[in-house]
């Protein structure tokens, strides 16, 4: 009974099989014969699980307008390009000269179609491209005037990609690539790099990989591949464009080789995200702990749930081999595809206007929801500022949603009709509870860490001038070198504050500073440490550290002595001497006036008035005094004489017991233009940047500077008249004038620099 009751389940499986599998039956099978028909040619990938997810949705968009349309059915021609742009070009004049077709729909790669819009201007068919360029060709619309994009042109996924490497500060990643086998779009590639730029990232790998189709192990290339990459710092690995098959190798052979492991992240394409709803399972668990962007489109309505049931139960019928059933968003697109193409024909139909470029005309004024999202052409291509992307994690065999981007607002958590959310921060809430690769319970750095086996390798200058500062002391008979100085320390002091394990080496080297930055910068050390001044030539190839001391130049001359036998004459000025001359002069003229006739001590001859007059008021500065004063006037004129002797006094004997007590010291040299003019040698740090600085900007001649080596040769070289003055900086400076103060002295820079850091790569 059970057996009879499953013969007709079985017989009714088998003739809608068939009914379903040529669009001409199903397309016609209901029409009214009245109706005209309208055909439309579609150029995909049937074998492959994008191709039939398309070819089963436009048949349902088809089938849904026949039955409900009174003038027009349609029909549908379906050629497998195979992914093969020469066969595209066959599959399309066939369809034009043979099938008559109004309109094609299809193409997935760019090559493929530029390809046929050409054929497709020159018969005047309306193109409806999958596919758009990342960067705009010159002249798109005179050269392909029928060509219609229905697809992204990439630029809002390459701002999405930049905006997540600048959330997590990761200075340097790996580009993936998959070309197509005419060249590919690089101009992802190009504005990528732009992108980020801007976010301070840079690419540090460009990895391109033939077509999958044409190799014939892809896993024995790939692996080969994996095993360079290993060579590279960053551990940021994005998939800008490739197949899910590559894909899937690609996730394979880097596990095996440990690219997939703690500290690494990867970022998968568009292409590969979109099909994580439809595709095997099985396929999405070796990306574990990925991110991935997709295009963002609504499930909750009912326009969609109808159409997915409809489809689930269509897709099981045609692809039993199948195990996902659910559509994907290139299943959503074809509908949509269909529907703009109705859409277009309705309207030309009201205008009683039926001709090709009435119909391209409509098509290209198409403004609708679709399943897919909102469908608005603008110069023939889908319109950006619409755009919703979602950011997902894969975890497991499945994939959780994170948060949502747009373009106007970037990552946001809550996703409002028509409007951008609300903003939030970088990774504090749209990353958070992301499940990172290697089950990694932070945020992964990005760069390959340092281990025991691979420490960090860090170079140190060993010809230092100041030893203060950076000290190396070879070791002898098998012993380990020393290393010591200021800088020395305080990586170290910085080293032990770190919340993780940084195994280093220093190694020795005997060179100039830039010969330090070359080597970071080709990757034969990771960072510098010792005393390296940060300059904006230097930041073109390296990074650098937060400084840790500030950088200027000064300049350094002798000191000579202040000391002569007119030392009791410099506590007062000149001018306060002529007026302290002045006021002593005058107060003798008043005593003499007013005591020359009731003062007998003031009587005789004028010149004895006048000396006895000139001796009282000078010895009163002393208080020794002995004449008497006999009018009361004359008592009040010597109360203010004495009061500013006081004064005088006190202030003459602080100056002057200060001069005798302080060594009086005065530079030789005060001014760099007179060291020009009168042609006088400098001297200075030689495998420093001061001397090109003392060329270029100071415009000193390089014979008048002499390369000092060591900070004693400084001091032998002003005692024997080498040189007249030298620039040092101010650490340096500092470190000198300490230990030479009553010699030499320094003046406050004119030029001030970037201050001393250490050196990184842009990762580290």
């Known amino acids: 009974m059970h057996c009879l009751s499953t013969i007709p389940q079985a017989l009714a499986r088998v003739w809608l099989f068939f009914f379903l599998l040529t669009p001409s039956v199903l397309i016609f099978g209901f029409r009214d014969e009245t109706n005209k028909v309208i055909s439309i040619g579609v150029t995909i990938d049937v074998n492959s699980r994008i191709g039939k997810e398309q070819e089963v949705a436009m048949e349902i968009a088809a089938q849904k307008y026949n039955i409900a349309s009174k003038e027009y059915n349609l029909a549908l021609y379906f050629q497998n390009s195979a992914k093969d742009t020469l066969r595209a070009i066959t599959l399309a004049e066939e369809m034009i000269k043979v099938q008559k077709v109004q309109v094609i729909i299809g193409m997935h790669t760019w090559p493929e179609a530029g390809i046929v819009a050409e054929i497709g201007s020159k018969a005047q068919v309306p193109i409806i491209s999958f596919a758009a360029p990342t960067i705009m060709p010159p002249l798109m619309k005179t050269r392909w005037p029928f060509l219609v994009g229905q697809a992204n042109k990439g630029t809002s996924y390459i701002k999405c990609i930049a905006d997540i490497v600048q959330a997590y500060s990761w200075k340097r990643v790996v580009v993936i690539y998959e070309d197509d086998g005419y060249g590919g779009d690089y101009g992802m590639l190009a504005l990528l790099a732009e992108a980020l730029q801007d976010v301070d990232s840079m690419i540090e790998h460009r990895l391109v990989l033939p077509p999958i189709s044409s190799i014939h192990d892809p896993g024995e290339l790939v692996s080969e591949e994996m095993i360079k990459l290993k060579q590279a710092q960053s551990r940021v690995f994005i998939v800008l464009q490739s197949s899910l098959e590559m894909t899937i190798h690609l996730f394979k052979e880097a596990s095996k080789v440990g690219l997939v492991g703690k500290e690494s992240v990867w970022i998968i394409p568009e292409s590969v995200t979109n099909l994580m709803d439809s595709v095997d399972k099985s396929a999405i668990s070796y990306m574990e702990g990925a991110l991935g962007i997709k295009a963002y489109y609504s499930e909750r ?97 499945s994939y959780k949603e994170l948060c949502f981007w747009t373009q106007q607002h970037g990552f946001t958590t809550v996703l409002h009709t028509g409007q951008g959310g609300n903003k939030v921060a970088g990774n504090t809430e749209c990353f958070r509870g992301v499940r990172w690769p290697g089950n990694l319970d932070r945020d992964p750095k990005g760069w390959n860490m340092p281990t025991k086996q691979y420490p960090l390798k860090i170079a140190v200058r060993s010809r230092t001038s100041f030893y203060k500062f950076v ?19 305080i990586f170290e002091q910085v080293q032990k504050l770190l919340g993780y394990d940084l195994p280093y080496k220093y190694h020795a080297i005997n060179g100039t500073y830039n010969d330090l930055v070359q080597l970071v910068y080709n990757k034969t050390f990771d960072a510098v440490i010792g005393d390296m001044t940060i300059i904006e030539e230097r930041l073109k190839y390296v990074d650098f550290t937060v400084p840790y001391a500030e950088s200027g130049l000064s300049m350094i001359v002798p000191m000579k002595s202040g000391e002569s036998a007119w030392m009791f004459m410099k506590p007062f000025t000149w001018e306060l001497w002529l007026v302290t001359d002045a006021i002593l002069i005058y107060t003798m003229l008043v005593v003499w006036y007013l005591e020359r006739e009731p003062n007998p001590e003031f009587h005789g001859n004028w010149k004895l008035q006048l000396s006895t007059a000139f001796w009282f008021t000078f010895s009163s500065l002393f208080f020794a005094h002995r004449e008497k004063m006999h009018s009361n006037l004359t008592r009040v004129v010597m109360f203010s004489w004495l009061f500013l002797v006081l004064v005088l006094t006190s202030c003459y004997t602080a100056s002057l017991s200060s001069m005798l007590t302080v060594k009086q010291l005065r530079p030789k040299v005060t001014d760099i233009q007179w060291l020009k003019n009168n042609n006088k040698k400098v001297g200075c740090d030689g495998d420093s940047f001061v001397r090109t600085f003392l060329e270029k900007v100071e415009k000193f001649k390089p014979e008048n500077i002499i390369n000092i080596t060591n900070e004693y ?23 000198f004038i300490s ?6 002295t320094g003046f406050i820079p004119r030029n001030r620099f970037g201050g001393l850091g250490f050196v990184s790569d842009d990762t580290v």
């Open 471 to 489: 000290k190396v002391e070879y070791g002898h008979n098998g012993k380990d070198d020393k290393y010591s100085g200021f800088c020395i320390d």
């Open 301 to 397: 309505s009912k326009d969609y749930q109808d159409f997915e049931a409809q489809f689930r139960r269509t897709f099981w019928l045609k692809n039993p081999e199948e195990d996902n059933r659910y559509p994907g968003f290139y299943a959503l697109q074809a509908y949509d595809s269909i529907n703009i193409v109705t859409q277009a024909i309705d309207r030309m139909t009201s205008r009683n206007n039926s001709s090709p470029k009435s119909l391209l005309r409509e098509i290209q004024s198409s403004n609708f929801v679709g399943l897919s999202g909102h469908i608005q052409l603008e110069d023939e291509q889908l319109m950006q500022k619409n755009l919703v992307l979602r950011i997902v994690n894969v975890a497991g065999k």
């Open 739 to 744: 230990e030479y103060c009553k010699k030499y």
């Open 713 to 735: 040769k400084y001091d032998e070289a002003f005692a024997n008249n080498s040189i007249a003055a030298a620039f040092l900086e101010l650490p340096y400076e500092k470190v």
